[in-house]
């Protein structure tokens, strides 16, 4: 069993920044890749970023990459998701996920908004 929390959102100016966190529970934490997922209401929940379970690899998608860098810390449980050059458009609800057989998890979400 796993449990994911996540933090960090907010309201924020066009242009600024956040980071996100996303603090698990559970021994099998560290040898799990982690992907950073968001949500517009109506729409598709959309993939934006993945680590590797040894944080050797990451991947985004286009439409955040140069912008947003995940990162994790095994010693905390936690994996973060820095967001720079924030657009309006990257207003969403911020999920994190691991995918531990048979079975996804997933956080409640934390809002993020992008307006002036």
């Known amino acids: 069993q796993v449990q994911l929390v996540e933090s960090g959102g907010g309201l924020v100016q066009p242009g600024g920044s956040l980071r996100l966190s996303c603090a698990a529970s559970g021994s099998t934490f560290s040898s799990s890749a982690v992907r950073w997922y968001r949500q517009v209401p109506g729409n598709e929940r959309e993939s934006v970023a993945r680590?590797?379970?040894?944080?050797?690899?990451?991947d985004y998608a286009g439409s955040v990459k140069g912008r947003f860098t995940i990162s994790r810390d095994d010693a905390k449980n936690t994996v973060y998701l820095q967001m720079n050059s924030l657009k309006p458009k990257d207003t969403a609800v911020y999920y994190c996920?691991?995918?531990?057989?048979?079975?996804?998890?997933w956080g409640q979400g934390t809002q993020v908004t992008v307006s002036s």
């Open positions: 996920n691991i995918y531990l057989p048979p079975r996804d998890y």
């Open positions: 680590i590797s379970s040894d944080g050797a690899i990451t």
